[in-house]
């Protein structure tokens, strides 16, 4: 690695750590509606492909110890994805809801729901315990956030496919939910 390499990765490090908690603020937005049509249905499908991806490439960091920047950087940006999908579905099972209030009680709604919340919680957990690598020193820290990295990508990935599958029930299966 060269010296010019390693201080642009240093100098980079509290960019990324502000453009993480900047990300935060997508938290609190609930796009209902995007081309006249509901928006989680459409933007859902960036972190479905982002977040596997980033589990994947969390892994990679976890067992070798390499590449933490661009991979947190990488889930920067999912991070940001996952939290305006999530806000979309909250909007969507707001407006649902209202024009039908029995889904509210629907029991794969509620679970996916949950599991889209845990989802949302595991990728921003995720996100800190990366951006934490680029400011910890090679010691026992270090190899315990290894550790947790690669149970959160692992726990990442799988809410992803649970979300996924139980939001497919919702839209094509026996539990399908009719939408306008």
Not at 30 to 59: K, M, Q
Not at 148 to 177: C, N, P, Q, S
Request: net charge negative; proline share 5%.
């Amino acid at each position: 690695m060269s010296t010019a390499s390693a201080e642009v990765r240093s100098n980079a490090r509290p960019i990324i750590a502000v453009a993480a908690v900047l990300a935060l603020v997508f938290w609190f937005i609930e796009i209902d509606r995007a081309f006249d049509l509901p928006a989680h249905p459409l933007l859902i499908h960036v972190p479905l492909v982002l977040i596997p991806l980033l589990g994947l490439a969390a892994i990679a960091v976890g067992a070798t110890d390499r590449h933490t920047t661009p991979v947190t950087v990488f889930a920067v940006v999912t991070l940001a994805f996952t939290l305006l999908a999530a806000g979309a579905g909250e909007a969507f099972l707001e407006r649902l809801t209202s024009e039908d209030p029995a889904l509210a009680d629907n029991p794969t709604m509620q679970d996916h729901a949950d599991a889209g919340d845990l989802l949302r919680f595991t990728v921003f957990a995720l996100t800190f315990v990366l951006v934490g690598l680029l400011f910890a020193k090679p010691n026992a820290l270090r190899i315990v956030l290894r550790g947790l990295l690669v149970l959160l990508a692992l726990t990442a990935i799988f809410y992803t496919v649970r979300t996924g599958h139980l939001g497919a029930k919702l839209a094509w299966g026996e539990d399908a939910v009719q939408t306008r």
